[in-house]
């Protein structure tokens, strides 16, 4: 199993960040992302990945500090980019939710950070928030077909088709649990098992029973087994593909155990 998008980066786990990967051993993760949402904790995830054989890294800025991209940041980007434990350029995209960046401004930084991605041969790994139509038009104009996850996918069926169409992969998350899911549960159902990840986004949007607290890497088996009781699949099965998907996407991700 593989946790397809964590913060092991975040401050909030400053205290216990060795437990926390080391729950996430024993509950049968194989592999964990920490994605960078700004420069700082870009840096942190590339660091942490150099520490942990098991810990890869995306490096890249989120929407809400859309502002703070220029060429500075996107030099040291691309030097990060080089090192081998990092697999993909994110987390990028569009939130037109919170608006913490401008929407020209975060179109700007999506639009530069896909050619960047493109550019040094990554992935990318996108966050979309109440803004799935832009996000789509930007992604197609760029006419890069860059491979990607859609992470924490929050889109009904019709946008997870467009996003199938346009080669996406959906990342699924901790609300796939909770009793207001909107149109996931279909999602889930309507997508082809191999556009399929799962993450958590610890340490945000814990999954029941745990909901309300931190989340972290170990209950991706949560996610797991709720998408294998939804698809009528064995939660081997799911945890199987999964991890053959996110090998795909992320092609210099390794298994190390
Ligand atoms: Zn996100
Ligand atoms: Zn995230």
């Known amino acids: 199993m593989i946790d397809s998008h964590c913060h092991l980066n975040h401050e909030q786990f400053a205290d216990d960040r060795a437990a926390a990967i080391n729950r996430a051993r024993a509950a049968g993760l194989t592999a964990m992302i920490a994605i960078g949402f700004d420069l700082a904790s870009s840096e942190a995830a590339l660091r942490l990945s150099s520490a942990e054989a098991d810990v890869w890294a995306a490096v890249g800025v989120h929407p809400h500090d859309a502002s703070t991209y220029g060429p500075e940041v996107e030099r040291r980007l691309r030097e990060m980019a080089a090192h081998p434990k990092v697999v993909a350029i994110g987390e990028i995209g569009l939130d037109y939710h919170y608006n913490h960046s401008p929407q020209p401004v975060q179109r700007d930084a999506f639009a530069s950070q896909l050619a960047l991605a493109r550019d040094v041969g990554l992935p990318v790994v996108i966050h979309c928030r109440e803004a799935h139509d832009d996000l789509f038009a930007e992604y197609e104009q760029s006419g890069l077909g860059t491979p990607c996850v859609m992470h924490c996918w929050s889109g009904s069926v019709a946008q997870a088709h467009r996003a199938i169409e346009d080669g996406m992969h959906l990342g699924i998350a ?7 899911r909107g149109e996931l549960g279909d999602v889930v159902r309507a997508v082809p098992e191999d556009r399929l990840l799962i993450e958590t986004d610890a340490p945000y949007l814990a999954p029941v029973p745990h909901r309300g607290k931190r989340n972290e890497p170990a209950y991706v088996s949560l996610v797991c087994a709720q998408l294998a009781r939804d698809r009528d699949a064995a ?14 996407l992320f092609s210099r991700l390794r298994m190390t155990a």
């Not at 901790?174 to 207001?180: P, Y």
């Open 174 to 180: 901790g609300v796939l649990t909770f009793k207001k």
């Open 235 to 248: 939660p081997e099965h799911i945890a199987r593909v999964t991890t053959s998907n996110a090998l795909r």
